[in-house]
């Protein structure tokens, strides 16, 4: 194959995927699904009309003759056949049905060993060992955690259905994508893993242990440490050899799949879910990940990972930043998962799928655990072996998991509904100390759903301070359709926060409960509760007006002229938008306004706000709300954690001014020493109707921030109204 010296960046991206469908060579041979050497079961015509039955399915018993020397991998476990002079040949028959064969044969070394009756082997070719050299003192440690893993799933009623499992190397040339809507991974087949010779093989493991005296006080010691590295190092392959989704298909979607409406978003739910069964993680690849965009996307991923602390895994990051933004967002609510046409747009299906049916995955498995994701993959694998099975079919088999359940599915695969949640009250008081006299603290939080779909969050708080500070989180919590409940816990310490962690739903990403700190000189005579309790649903009257920076009433401008909300930066044309502004999540301070999230700004569901860096007053935000009757009002303002911004010693004095009709009054707000949450600005005698709050980007700092505003009735008119 001869390339042009200079690719285009999209191009040269896809090339390091591979070109060719199949390899036929003398040094190695490549025989994959999609060149067709193998008569095709059932029609090779992916519908485009919605109307697709999924695979055909069927039993494989094959003999494969290679060279003297050669080995070869296949669906399942190698069988020795026979061998005359300068051949040998080998029978694969894995036990179980599968929905595609490929074969790969070459000169390899092997390594193996059996785990609950099955081969387990890896393929290299001789001049790639090293890797293997580098790992041989954690191959028990490899050995000991790829058994357990088997014998999990056995023990929880999934057992392996094929009689092995081959991880073979596979020369840079073998296309690592197939066709279709998707361009998913196809290095992933049943019964075996093709991993790039550029990955794996030729991987460095050897470069973070040279110093193994960092690993003496590591748990496991250097063979622990070493499969860690390993297993991250799968974990993070955004090339499509993720080996835990490889293997955990041959679990499940190998042998059975979805049909009928939805059968997309059916299949990707459950090829996630058995990623996260496998390595507590999610998967993602497609070449329509690999865009002009792609390296910026991951740019800001580690920045944000970096920033947040660097918990968490690398790639769980990378599928939020990828499948989460506002174009995404605003696809999921415009169109079921079951009424996306994955031809439209393929690169937007794909994301949409990503965020919804990917997280409704995290749902199923943190409301069932391992067991009970098992026990529902186990059942659809049962009953449909060799078949395919509907999304009624799925409803049942979850119901039966956990009630409740399948109505969740079924809502979030058929509806555009989600749920939203609302942190109503927090509290943490003193209670009297236990029996063997420590100091014991209530916490409890009421958190409300208004809307028409249940959903499942966690509750997440904080005790401690600083270098002194402990996390702990709740169990996933089911909340109903239009209902509240209320968690309650008991800790030994007082908490200093508390935050809610929804799953799916319109919030778009976790939210902080403003929590009172605990007095300790008053210790409260109740009965301490743990737990959670059904609350009845009461949505709390208030006079008090508030605009945030996603209702209609909020704008910006530039010039010193109204210009209603942007369609972009200066220079960012293409930039992606967030209800018209442009999205600066982490990168430099933005020169004109510009949209962030942050769990500590204000907000009914999401919880964002515009912030930009310091200007000559010529650009502003504004906040217009209609107050119902005349008298005195008093402004707040909200500001979030000022630690969400690099510049959080940087705020300084804001230049705020309220409008209302040919009123104006301008007012100094001094941001650098007012804390997060609600600040009093100062009163004002109003006429009823439209009052405007402007946030001018002229300050003495270095960042202005508006997040929202709040007008409260204190009086009718009379009297001095202040400043």
């Known amino acids: 194959v001869r390339t042009p010296e200079r690719l285009p960046a999209i191009e040269a991206q896809l090339y390091i995927l591979g070109y060719d469908r199949g390899l036929n060579d003398r040094r190695y041979v490549a025989l994959m699904p999609a060149i067709a050497w193998l008569p095709l079961a059932g029609a090779a015509v992916e519908s ?49 049905p599968v ?9 390899f070394e092997t390594y193996s060993f059996d785990a609950e009756g099955i081969k387990l082997e890896l393929l290299l070719t001789p001049g790639h060992l090293r890797t293997v050299e580098d790992l041989s003192d954690a191959r028990d440690a490899i050995r000991e955690r790829v058994a357990d893993l088997v014998q999990e799933f056995a023990e929880a009623g999934l057992a392996y259905p094929y009689d092995g499992f081959t991880v073979v190397e596979a020369p840079n040339a073998l296309r690592g994508f197939g066709g279709g809507w998707r361009l ?21 493991f050897d470069v973070p242990f040279r110093d193994e005296s960092d690993y003496q006080d590591h748990e496991g010691g250097l063979p622990q440490a070493k499969l860690e590295r390993l297993e991250e190092f799968f974990i993070n392959d955004f090339s499509g050899g ?26 990707w739910t459950l090829d996630e879910l058995g990623t996260l069964m496998m390595s507590d993680t999610r998967g993602y690849f497609s070449a329509h990940l690999y865009s002009p965009e792609m390296n910026a996307k991951i740019g800001q991923v580690i920045q944000g990972h970096l920033i947040g602390g660097g918990g968490g895994h690398f790639a769980d990051s990378l599928i939020e930043v990828f499948a989460s933004s506002p174009e ?12 996306i046409d994955p031809w439209d747009d393929p690169q937007k299906a794909i994301d949409g799928l990503s965020l919804k049916a990917g997280t409704l995955a995290q749902v199923i498995y943190d409301d069932l655990g391992f067991e009970g994701s098992a026990a529902l993959l186990a059942a659809l694998r049962r009953d449909f072996i060799g078949t395919t099975f509907t999304l009624d079919n799925v409803v049942a088999a979850a119901d039966l998991q956990d009630e409740g359940l399948g109505r969740m599915i079924e809502d979030l695969l058929t509806t555009t509904n989600l749920p939203g949640l609302i942190g109503q009250h927090a509290e943490a008081y003193r209670l009297p100390d236990g029996a063997d006299g420590g100091a014991r603290y209530q916490l409890n939080l009421v958190v409300r759903n208004d809307e028409m779909t249940p959903g499942l969050f966690r509750v997440v708080y904080y005790v401690g301070a600083d270098d002194d500070q402990e996390r702990e989180e709740s169990e996933p919590l089911r909340i109903d359709a239009e209902s509240a409940v209320r968690f309650s816990t008991i800790l030994t310490r007082p908490p200093t926060g508390v935050w809610v962690h929804p799953y799916l739903s319109l919030n778009r990403s976790n939210f902080r409960v403003p929590l009172a700190e605990v007095d300790e000189t008053i210790v409260v005579e109740a009965e301490p509760l743990e737990g959670v309790t059904m609350m009845e ?24 002229g109204r210009s209603g909300l942007r369609l972009g930066a200066k220079g960012q044309d293409d930039a992606e938008l967030d209800q018209g502004l442009p999205v600066e999540e982490f990168g430099p301070m933005p020169r ?8 500590t700004a204000y907000g009914r569901y999401r919880h964002t706000l515009a912030w930009m860096r310091k200007g000559k007053g010529e650009s502003s935000a504004r906040f217009t709300g209609a107050v119902p009757q ?23 004095v804001w230049k705020l001014a309220i409008v209302q009709g040919d009123e104006r009054h301008e007012i100094d707000f001094d941001a650098g020493e007012a804390p997060r949450g609600w600040n009093l600005v100062d009163s004002f005698d109003l006429e009823s109707g439209d009052v405007t709050v402007e946030f001018s980007d002229e300050t003495t700092g270095m960042i202005v921030v508006a997040d929202a505003v709040r007008w409260t009735p204190i009086g009718r008119t009379g009297g001095e109204a202040g400043q």
Not at 592 to 599: E, G, L, Q, T, V
């Open 48 to 96: 485009k009309a919605g109307t697709d039955q999924g695979p055909d399915f069927f039993d494989v018993d094959l003999q494969i003759t290679v060279p003297d020397g050669w080995l070869a991998a296949g669906p399942g476990a190698r069988h020795d056949e026979s061998s005359t002079e300068g051949r040998s040949t080998f029978r694969f028959n894995p036990g179980a």
């Open 99 to 107: 929905d595609g064969v490929a074969v790969a044969a070459s000169v």
């Open 184 to 204: 998913g991974s196809v290095l992933s087949q049943p019964g075996m893993m093709l991993v790039r010779e550029l990955g794996f093989p030729l991987a460095r």
């Open 242 to 267: 993720n080996l835990f989704t490889g293997a955990a298909r041959s679990f499940f979607l190998a042998q059975c799949s979805a049909r009928g409406p939805g059968r997309e978003a059916l299949d």
């Open 328 to 339: 995404v967002w605003k696809a999921v609510l415009d169109t079921s998962p079951v009424d």
């Open 537 to 560: 649903l009461e949505i709390a009257d208030s006079d008090a007006v508030i605009i945030d920076d996603l209702d209609d009433g909020f704008e910006v401008s530039e010039g010193g």
């Open 592 to 599: 004109a306004w510009s949209r962030a999230s942050s769990a």
């Open 630 to 652: 005349s008298g005195v009002w008093e402004l707040a303002i909200h500001l979030p954690h000022k630690q969400r911004f690099r510049v959080a010693r940087n705020w300084g």
